[in-house]
Each structure stands twice: as structure tokens, then as C-alpha cells.
């Protein structure tokens, strides 16, 4: 029992002569939560995908209570009651939640047919322990991205594992539904299991974890208890200089007439009687717990659902109702909450994502003219400063910080006047969120406008003007974003 759950020395990977991680170090003590900080590139995920038998490791050592592994399957590290929360989540969307829970592991009669009543009793009576509010006879297909996230964390508790580790497990939740997490965490670290714990929201990690090690550049930086260092020292160790946090400016009161109107828009079962207005040089904010119809919203006023009742205007002009190329056209651009599922083509390179969204207005006669398409891929590429070998590299293959600048190119490239952000900053480390918001801020200061959804209630208060406070489906309040606090937020969303 003195044993760390983990202890690990010198781990190195290469792919192809290149090294992804040259000296992991790390130690997990029992009942505790370690957190691994490090930005895009850093090496963490190669770690964890070695820890977890998914990738064999090249050089280094790395023990499991005491005892030497070198796992050559994720089989072998569930046999060691390891289990992991990716950031990738992979449901199969046609069973239900019960089955996708405990597959593989279902309860059977005569151990050849699954129970099925058991199974859905089994998983309903977890999720409710968990407080998570879900049915275990729905299907997959069904959930809303941060339902989806709730299941794989079950799933992950379900298999009452002494080592958990968890890759960005909130990406996909709100406040509420992260508190709920972070006390079954506390639980099962009471038990003496251990959380090793990866996120990019540094205020989660000063909440919940007790220790830390920083990875930067595939090298081991530095390993210490988290009461001993400040944010803006962690930062620095992961970033490896200090990172400037600009004051948001306040700006005077816009005047004259809106450049985005909406007016009493309504969708049966998502939102209700929603009337906004956002001026030219504005950022809004729309903050709202998991459920409050914020994200819905956004789908509908870009036209990827029809509203039922309800109309919206840019710059004077009512907006197409369920058209995504006719809003486009008009100036509405759209960066979606889940780049990898619905903002990027992962297969296809880095040009054919950037210039995706702009091919109508670069063809003459239905021929796409390559020059033109090479330009504004070069230029796109530049303006959202873009680190890549080269622009026909596979969009797949670039950081998760640099795929988000893409998607943010792909929508600048069709020159919008307004632009729609769900969770721009997702899964992306401080230094990429630090550029996303100074490109926003500075797109805003042109005379145009943004729209940011976001379930981090600092980066709403770091960005927005004035915050739309969704409750429920329906505007709770409207506030000022330079005189609000995180507190104020929170009370208005509950």
C-alpha cells in the first residue's frame, strides 16, 4: 500500500524518427488527484496512451502499485482496473445508453442472453449514484454532446477502477454538471482510488486536484502540490513565459441601429421567445447551463433548424430561416461547438478545410480557380497565424489549438460580419485561448459583431460586452460583461 498507483520514469515515444515524448515523469499517489498540465503538443496524450496500453513506449519505466508494466493493449491496463475518459468520445449512437455503459460486461442469463432489465437497472441505479440525469434505455444517437460526455464518465466509474484517468471529462458539461462530477470524484478518491486528471481550464484543476506535473515540449517540467503555486505560475510553466492578460476594454454604449436583431424567436422543445439585439463592435456573451436552449439557439439563428415562430435580422435584412449557404451569403458565419464531428473534414488537408465554406464565390463555371483558392488559403493561414508543414498536410494532423484556428479561418474566409461561436476555445491550452480571443476582440473592433456560447463562466466574463443569461429555454436577463461576476452568472443560469 506504500506504493504510488503510478510512477513513471523517462518515458520517450518517437513516430517516424520525430519525439512525441522524450521524459515523462510522473507519480500518482492513492486517493488523491494528480493533475497533468501542458499545452497542445506537450506529449500528454502520447503519455496517457502509453499508461493505458494503447501505445507501446520506446525507452523509460513505468510502474503500476509497484509492479513494472509495459502494456501491449488497453485490455492489459483494465485488467489492472485502469480505466480512461477521452477527449474523443466513441459511442455507438444505434444502442442505448445501458449497453454502450456495460458493453462487453452485460448482465446474462445463464451467461449466454443479456438480462436486459437488469442491464437497465444496473445503469439507471449508476447514473442516478452519480446524479447524472439520463435514462438508460435511451439511445446514444439521441444525447446532446455533454449527455454523451456524462455517459462515458459512467462508464468510466462503472468499472469501480483504482486508477482513473480523465481527459478533459468537462469539455463537453456545464458548471452544474461539473460540480456533480467533481463530487463523485471526491468519492472515489475517499475509497483511495486516483484521478489522474487532464484540462486545459486551469480553474477546474486549482478546484479539484491536489498535485501537479507540467509536460512541455515532450519533457517532464516540473511535479509539485498545487497549494504551492499561483495560476499565473502554472501558466508560465506551461506556456514557458509569461502570458500576457489584456484588461477588456469598456467600451461606450453602442448607438444607432443594430447590426443583429432578434425578435421573439421560438423552437418547440429547445427555446422560447428569445429577442436580442447585438450593435456593431459588440461582443455578446451567452451564458446558460446544460438544457438552457443556448446552443440550439445559435443552430437556428445560422439556419441549421427552422425557428417555429420568430424573426432575425442582419444589417437590416431578415435572415434566411433553416438555409446555412443562404445565411452565409448574407454574413453569418458559424463556429460550431464540436470541431472534430461537424467543424472539420479530418481526412482532407488543412486547404480543402479552409476553403470549404468560400468554394461558391471561387468557381467560374463550376471550375474552382486554384490560384484564387491558394491565396486565400495563404492568407487565411497567415492572419490566424496557422503553425503547419504545409497546407496539404491532413487537418487531422495538426494540434487541437491549430484545428480551431482553422475552423476559425474556414469561417473568416467567407468574410462574414457577424460570427457565431459555440465553445470556440474547447479543448484548446491557454496560450491557443489567449490568441482566440484577442482574433475575436479584434474582428469585433472592425464594426462587426460576435456571438459566443461558452460553459466556462470566465471566458464569457473575459470576452463579452453584455451576457444573455439563457434559463430553461427562455432570456432570464441581460447584463453589463464588464461589471458581472462569476457569482452573479451562476445565480441568474440556476
Known amino acids: 500500500m506504500d506504493h504510488p498507483l503510478v510512477h513513471a520514469r523517462g518515458v520517450a515515444k518517437s513516430f517516424n524518427g520525430v519525439p512525441a515524448l522524450k521524459n515523462g515523469c510522473l507519480s500518482l499517489q492513492r486517493g488523491s488527484v494528480h493533475a497533468l498540465c501542458g499545452g497542445n503538443g506537450a506529449g500528454k496524450s502520447t503519455f496517457l496512451n502509453i499508461l493505458m496500453g494503447i501505445l507501446r513506449r520506446d525507452a523509460g519505466e513505468v510502474q503500476v502499485k509497484g509492479q513494472a508494466v509495459d502494456f501491449a493493449s488497453p485490455h492489459e491496463a483494465i485488467e489492472h482496473r485502469i480505466s480512461i475518459i477521452t477527449q474523443e468520445l466513441s459511442p455507438i449512437p444505434g444502442m442505448t ?4 455503459i456495460y458493453l462487453g460486461r452485460e448482465p446474462k442469463h445463464g451467461g449466454l442472453v443479456i438480462n436486459y432489465p437488469a442491464l437497465f437497472e444496473q445503469a439507471n441505479a449508476l447514473l442516478r449514484r452519480l446524479r447524472f440525469d439520463i435514462d438508460a434505455r435511451l439511445l446514444m444517437g439521441r444525447l446532446s454532446l455533454a449527455q454523451t460526455q456524462l455517459v462515458e464518465i459512467a462508464k468510466a466509474f462503472s468499472r469501480q477502477s483504482d486508477i482513473i484517468i480523465m481527459d478533459e471529462p468537462t469539455s463537453a458539461i456545464g458548471e452544474s454538471e461539473t460540480g456533480i462530477l467533481f463530487d463523485a470524484i471526491r468519492s472515489v478518491t475517499a475509497q483511495g482510488a486516483g484521478i489522474l486528471y487532464v484540462s486545459h481550464r486551469l480553474s477546474e484543476i486549482f478546484t479539484i486536484a491536489d498535485s501537479y506535473t507540467v509536460f512541455r515540449d515532450g519533457g517532464f517540467v516540473e511535479s509539485g502540490k498545487l497549494a504551492d503555486i499561483d495560476r499565473r505560475q502554472l501558466v508560465k510553466l506551461i506556456v514557458g513565459q509569461e502570458v500576457r492578460i489584456a484588461d477588456k476594454k469598456h467600451k461606450p454604449a453602442a448607438s444607432g441601429a443594430s447590426l443583429v436583431s432578434v425578435k421573439g424567436l421560438s423552437r418547440e ?41 420568430g424573426e432575425a435580422s442582419l444589417r437590416g435584412q431578415p435572415l434566411p430561416k433553416g438555409n446555412p449557404a443562404a445565411s452565409i451569403k448574407a454574413g453569418l458565419s458559424l463556429v460550431t461547438e464540436d470541431r472534430k464531428a461537424t467543424g472539420l473534414v479530418l481526412s482532407s488537408s488543412v486547404s480543402f478545410n479552409t476553403s470549404l465554406a468560400a468554394l461558391p464565390e471561387l468557381q467560374h463555371a463550376s471550375i474552382v480557380d486554384r490560384k484564387a483558392e491558394r491565396s486565400l488559403v495563404d492568407t487565411m493561414v497567415q492572419r490566424m497565424r496557422i503553425k503547419l508543414a504545409s497546407p496539404a498536410m491532413a487537418v487531422s494532423g495538426l494540434s487541437g489549438g491549430n484545428q480551431q484556428k482553422v475552423v476559425l479561418a474556414r469561417c473568416m474566409a467567407t468574410q462574414p460580419v457577424c460570427l457565431l461561436c459555440d465553445e470556440p476555445t474547447r479543448g484548446i491550452d491557454e496560450g491557443a485561448k489567449r490568441e482566440v480571443y484577442a482574433f475575436l476582440a479584434s474582428f469585433a473592433e472592425q464594426g462587426n459583431a ?45
Open 97 to 100: 445508453v445501458a449497453e454502450n
Open 269 to 309: 422543445g429547445e427555446f422560447d421567445d428569445i429577442s436580442l439585439e447585438v450593435a456593431p463592435g459588440e461582443v455578446l456573451g451567452i451564458y446558460g447551463l446544460m438544457g438552457s436552449g443556448r446552443s440550439e439557439f445559435l443552430n437556428c439563428l445560422y439556419g441549421l433548424t427552422r425557428p417555429d415562430a
Open 450 to 494: 460576435v456571438i459566443v456560447v461558452s460553459s466556462e463562466a470566465p471566458e464569457v466574463l473575459d470576452l463579452s460586452d453584455r451576457i444573455a443569461i439563457f434559463r430553461k429555454g427562455r432570456l432570464a436577463d441581460v447584463i453589463d460583461g464588464h461589471s458581472a461576476t462569476q457569482e452573479e452568472l451562476l445565480h441568474l443560469a440556476s
